[in-house]
């Protein structure tokens, strides 16, 4: 048990996943955590028959999401199937036929080819399937004859009433079933499976389906293995299939609180449950010295397995982390390496807050005490998908194979807030949130696990085998589809009434509630591609889920009926995500660029993976940067934040970036590229200014100077600035008006100095260590909120001199300032900059001269209907709205944290709506977006299709046949 095995080469895999007929679409889901959960279809559960919020509902579910295939039919005719026999199997045999001869034609060989005496065949499957177990309803049609005529009969009704209804009722019940035939025993059982792939490749190999519940198909990889390395195979196909989403599952699953209400959130705080999937999976293993022989290319080597049980424990239905140990720790032992190797883990990951817990603790275990911090990440295929129970261990076996092939570390969907034990007694793991790709030429191991219901556990682990596979290669580079995810979508519309609106919003919202998350994307980039800027009826609708953008259009259809917008009038919920305007022209944007304090880790990091555009300009910006003297920025912006070993290394990451010298240019970088990508979108300013720092910036917008120029310039300036002679001064904010700061420094009489006239509350001091705290107890008394500034010296007063002496004489910067292609406003007193300004003059004073912000945004909110805080960071945002107040020219943020996608959603709708243009192509670039195509085709339960002569049962493949997406009909 305890010997090491000899390897196993993967040669070929084949899939059909929700959302994934093959493994590359499966890979590029993977990678933009394209989530396939959507509401219960009707065709398999209609929520009307089965759904209740209550757990305790007799045989209801709370649960309301799944995850389903769609687009598979069987080509029966073609594959010389009997017709009687292809209706009366159920679809998992089929759907398992279909995947496996996938999977041998990806290895290369044809249903001629194969060598039938060495070929054996393991599949992994619990239930056989929804089908059969709905069929076997007719065979049941006397209980529910005995049951009406007990009825009948308690109702006093005529005997002839009795056998009218029996008769029809019989009639009506078997319709959709599937008459028994003599096929019918072999097409509803498990075991048969695995005979009836057999009997079409003409396999002797042996085949035979195993059961270890949710386990079932990575214990299928593992006996497969142990065939070939016993000799007892040459060649193996082993996987798994599971389609079984009726109710004995989701109710039953309901009843064991398994299911969560919420979104899945695997390895999350949050964690409350999983949402069911579907689907199959097939992969082809030889030993890895006849593959080489054999000239096969090698996908990735299988290099050890464990298979363990939890024996008596809590209960059979607990996870145990001491069983799970046990599968890895036999794993590894047969590997020739431990788990301290490995590159990540593909999880059992069911999101459910014991399962979370037991499988982390069980890996800890295996891992045997290492003291390595966060060197293993943790991810998770169910987090797209669902729970694929019999078919979830392949998945993950798949997942893994191509992560090792391609080089990546693959990312987890839906966790926000990593599991608590992650930063206690799971110290050596941490979940992938943002993915890694490297080197090509780089060797991973990986490992998978599962864990069954009823105590099965099995692990495997493997490593990369030849060179990423170009049939793997996705249609966008790997490093783009890892930050092509977004938390929200923007859906706009345009019309040209408020009727016609009325009507698309109502069909959109049809197809919304039928929409996979993943596929929200897809109707964004549709609808957007459909618009009609001479068309003066505009809307928009940020969502995030199928279910937000159902009630966000529903809010949208409100505000049409009921409070519609007047000629020129635009009108727009509290918290931003539906806006509707009516022939509006307000879209003159106006430009803030933020200054030191705005940082932020990853700030621009998804425009930098998804733009070579914006990634060139951080290397040149590090190569200016490092020519002139200084530190190259980007190695402290962009941080792997789910490798941070605790909060004091995440704070120490912010700490460093916050350093002036650090700081200053980084920001300018980080506005250089936002405004680099408004551009792009066709947003360009009509004015622009900035707060100390960010008019740098703005001088640059209006071209004053080159980008090379404006960084060498923030690099000179932060240096300097960090730089204090003598006794560093100090900076602390004040909670009230610049009147108050003056009676206060008026009677301390100190070498304190008013810095920042932030706004009508806020104002900034900096001076000494001893007179600021002095002005701080005196504000302190007077109720006042005070706040010391974590800042390396008093700017804007006589302690940096100093410093503007250093940008005056060395500022790499013309000597004045020729032409303004904006109008430009400074923050030293908000007044028009001209031309002819002696540029290095200017900044020298402006280091030393307080900022006066609500001068600025008065001014240039005269020349603006709308102002755009272009870099990182709110603050500008929250000071402009509070100058400006309510009914005033309001001002948005762009990315207030790192990838914090609402934020540029929201300006884009409020310039869209009220006028703008947007060049749509740009904001779907380099993101993965596919034909949205409704309706789709999904697996039928017997029970759900229409009953004869019922109109209120619909046929649910027609249901939306009469909507489009393309058009109004």
Known sequence: MN???APIAVIGLACWYPGAPNPRQLWENILTKRRQFRRLPEERLPMSDYYDPDPTAPDKTYGKQMAVIDGFEFDWAGKRIPKPTFESTDIVHWLALEVALKALANAGYTTDSVPSDETGLVVGNTLTGEVSRTNTLRLRWPYIARSLR???????????TGEALETMLEEYHKQPLSPI??????GTLSNTIAGRICNYLNLHGGGYTVDGACSSSLIAIATAARGLVDGELDLALAGGVDVSLDPIEIVGFAKTKALTTKEMAVYDRGASGFIPGEGCGFVVLKRLEDARADGNYVYAVLRGWGISSDGAGVGITAPSGSGQALALQRAYAKAGYGPQELDFIEGHGTGTPVGDRAEIKGITLAMDGTQNKRFCGITSLKSIIGHTKAAAGIGGFIKAVMAVNRRVLPPTAGCKEPNEVFESTATCLYPILQGECRHPTEILRAGVSAMGFGGSNCHVTLSSGDGPDPRLEPALSESRLLVSHQETELFCFSADSLEKLQQRVGEIQAIATGLSIGELVDLAAELAGQLDASLPIRATVIAGRPDELVEHLQLLAQMLWET????????????????????????RVGFLFPGQGSQKLNMTRVLVERYSWAKELVQQADNWLQASGGEPVSKYIYRPLDRAGDQAQLQEWKTELAETEIAQPAICLASLIWMGYLQKLGVEPVAVGGHSLGELTAFYATGAFDEKALLGLAALRGKAMSAPTGTAGVMASLGCSRQQVEELLASVKSD?????????TQVVISGSRESVEAVIELADEAGMQTRMLPVSNAFHSHFVAAAAASVRQSAPIPEQLELTKVPLFSSINGEGVKAGLKLREHFGKQITAPVDFISLVEAISSECDLLVEVGPGNILSGLTNSINGVNGIVCLPIESQGGQDRDLNTVLAAIFVNGGNINWDGL?????VRPLVWPRKFIVNPCEKTVPGNCASPCYWGKWQGISVSGYG
């Open 3 to 5: 010997k090491k095995t």
């Open 150 to 160: 007990a009825a009948v009969q308690s109702l006093g009704l005529a005997p002839s």
């Open 181 to 186: 035939t003599q096929d019918t025993l072999a």
């Open 564 to 587: 519609p917008p007047a000629a020129g009038e635009t009108k727009v919920n509290l918290p931003q995500t539906v806006w509707l305007s009516n022939g509006s022209k307000k879209c």
């Open 752 to 760: 304190v100095a008013i810095a920042n006239i932030n706004s009508p």
């Open 924 to 928: 779907y670039e380099n993101r993965l």
